[in-house]
């Protein structure tokens, strides 16, 4: 069955220290993944993506990511972590094989940046 | 350009009572997509509208819940005779749905509350 796991429910770091955030995958064809962010009280921002191609991608905020399809990841990652980078982040892919609409998200990963 | 929009932004009603939540997508987007967020969970798939197309219902939790795109454009979501477990976060999302353009726009969500 499809689906995305983040196994982390918060990450702490301090400013201007890396951080990484988890995700992993499982669909049955070639994925399609997506990272998002939500601030308090507003919806998701769209951050990145994996289509194909260069399996290190690069989105908003300085934020990457790296497909590793032998490990079925997708893990966020920022090399200086700002406190306003504090929200909470979903990786979410989409299936596509057979029910080629629908995205799977995970439960979401809180991030606390400290200063 | 304006983002997603949706109305209103919060929604308290009574256990029983019929509601209807509304999303105006971004202009051009042939896709719009419906989830449902509760309290520290991840987002759950309700339903999928694409162009013309017949809207992918799969994530309709009961027969209570429906939704209709009039015009390939607006978006209404209905939940008839609402529990206490409809409470919820309810948010629209837009996409282009063509090439690799799969990003979905979310609008700011409709908070539900049911006494």
């Known amino acids: 069955a499809q689906s995305v796991a983040q196994p982390e429910d918060q990450v702490n770091v301090a400013e201007g220290n890396p951080l990484t955030v988890k995700c992993t995958y499982s669909?049955?064809?070639?994925?399609?993944l997506f990272w998002y962010v939500q601030y308090p009280n507003r919806g998701l921002q769209f951050l990145l993506k994996y289509i194909t191609g260069d399996n290190l991608v690069k989105g908003s905020y300085g934020f990457e990511a790296e497909f590793n399809k032998s490990q079925t990841s997708f893990h966020l990652k920022k090399p200086s972590a700002l406190v306003s980078d504090s929200a909470l982040y979903f990786c979410a892919v989409r299936d596509a094989v057979g029910n080629f609409n629908k995205f799977y998200f995970g439960s979401g990963t809180k991030l606390n940046v400290k200063p | 350009g304006a983002g997603v929009s949706q109305s209103p932004s919060n929604k308290v009603t009574e256990k029983g009572k019929d509601v209807e939540l509304r999303c105006d997508p971004i202009s051009g987007h042939t896709a719009l997509y419906w989830y449902r967020q509760s309290l520290g969970q991840g987002l759950e798939f309700l339903i999928y509208?694409?162009?013309?197309?017949?809207?992918?219902k799969s994530g309709l939790p009961s027969d209570r819940f429906s939704a209709e795109r009039t015009g390939g454009s607006v978006s209404t979501l209905t939940i008839q005779r609402t529990q206490q477990e409809d409470s919820a976060v309810y948010l629209c999302a837009s996409s282009q749905d063509r090439g690799f353009t799969y990003e979905q726009y979310f609008g700011p969500g409709t908070r539900l509350t049911v006494t």
């Open positions: 509208f694409q162009g013309n197309s017949a809207p992918d």
């Open positions: 669909v049955s064809g070639n994925p399609y």
